[in-house]
């Protein structure tokens, strides 16, 4: 049972290093931008406002749904392949990959409710030009 657990860790941080390592270059390159004196554009830093946060931590938490998804998806389909024509683990991994569906289908209904709310939220008050 603790074997299988470890298996699935280490399948996500697998699928999560380069994602790791990646965004942390990104960020110190736009330092090292900012920092040089030929920054050019990038001499002055951006403004944070409330939007830019709220977006980023909307970005990070649909970016970590994204890889759940995948996961679960993955997880399925193995499930599915190494049944050997039991049908209650069949039963199982449809189960499964369904409800992941679902529920890909209920994140991505929030986020664009959310979306056209907030946009017409900040157009109606003249917040966003």
Known sequence: MIKKYLK???????????????ADNAVLDKLEKVGSLDAGPYAKAEETTISTIVGTAVSAFLGLLGVIFLVLIIYAGFNWMTAAGEEEKVTKAKDTLRRAVIGL???????AISFWVFDKLLTSTNILK
């Open 105 to 111: 289908i209920i994140i991505i209904g929030a986020y």
């Open 8 to 22: 699935i860790i280490l399948f996500i941080a697998i699928i999560m290093l380069p994602e790791i390592i990646l």
